[in-house]
């Protein structure tokens, strides 16, 4: 079938009152973004919802990357006939040729918004149920939950057929949260927090701690194809590599073994943190799942956290490992995290790290190293970059509302 428009309904924004319009806003700009490659759409977003139209772009190429899309509750592939009684029956009856295989049962919905239209939304549900009847005689009508809701809407600019109802996938847009940075390690559990963060309407970075030469090209190429598997729900990602390789040296030659872990993380932390205030982020985001490895039991957790103040969602901290993996599974980034490259948090991991670290030790140890010094350094010697689905810079978002 040759879709002419795709038509959305929206999720959560509906409870949204007076941010509703920033919300849609949003939840447009997001859609742009992921059909980037798609330049002859175009996007009508008004309060109840959004209308794309194709402009003779492919609608089953559009209807995956629509369904990855947070804010999208869900949507409907249509076609556009003239408004012509005539022209409707006959067009649902050529719809139903194709749709209809014998067995299903079906109901019309039709809806007028064009009120100077010659039938209204009763006379048309007869009208063109009767047309269906005339081709197929024996078919089933069903008013709750058809097997086929054939949905006739009569506007301004046309009349528009649809039948199908795909879910999309909810959440709130991607950015309406304001900006989180993502501690994006290149495990399994870090992408699927970034995953659940956007859902909630966060706009993520990820910030990628490098220890060259003891990390790899192919560790920092897994982080980035990572962070494109995430690209999808949003249309583009900021990658941030963080070089870390002397903060690492000096723990592991200043600092007791047991304490190494304890004192990378705090390390990590502060940069992170110094890059979301310069990145004008208002969270810190990361893949935790309490007592999974020694820096994630509780007592490890309230001593690295002591050097912020600044919120840290934890997203899939109270998950247990195969149900991450399920998500990581479903969002396809599993197969890539268990790469093994391995990452700067396994390459100086001690045999027996501190579960239970010591605040006044932690102290004791972290006044023998230059804090500040390193962190400079490594704010200095950033590099960022846009991760997009196919790599390239899109185009500018152009004001379509």
Known sequence: MNYTEIMVRYGELSTKGKNRRSFIMQLAENVK??????PDVKIHAERDRMHLLLNGAEGQLIIPKLQKVFGIQNFSPSIRVEKDIDVLKESV???????????ETFKITAKRSDHTFIQDSNELNLTLGNAVFDIFPDIRVQMKKPDINLRVEIRMDGAYLSYETIQGAGGLPVGTSGKGM???SGGIDSPVAGYYAMKRGVEIEAVHFASPPYTSEQALQ???DLTEKLVPYVGSIQFIEVPFTEVQEEIKNRVPQGYWMTLTRRMMLRITDAIREQRHGLVIL???SLGQVASQTLQSMVAINEVTTTPIIRPV??????????????????DLAIQPFEDCCTIFAPPQPKTRPKLEKVHL?????DIEGMI?????????????????KNEEFADFL
Request: charged letters at 30%; a negative charge; hydrophobic letters at 40%.
């Open 33 to 38: 973004r992921t059909l980037a490659d798609f």
């Open 93 to 103: 009856r050529t719809l139903m040729k194709e749709i209809y295989t014998g067995e």
């Open 182 to 184: 993502l501690m994006l």
């Open 222 to 224: 897994k982080a980035k």
């Open 286 to 288: 990361n893949g935790e």
């Open 317 to 334: 901290a109270t998950m247990d490992k195969l149900e991450i993996i399920d998500v990581a599974q479903e969002i396809d980034t599993f």
């Open 365 to 369: 140890y972290e006044a023998r190293l």
């Open 376 to 392: 400079s350094r490594a704010m200095a010697g950033l590099k960022i970059e846009q991760i997009t689905a196919n790599q390239t």
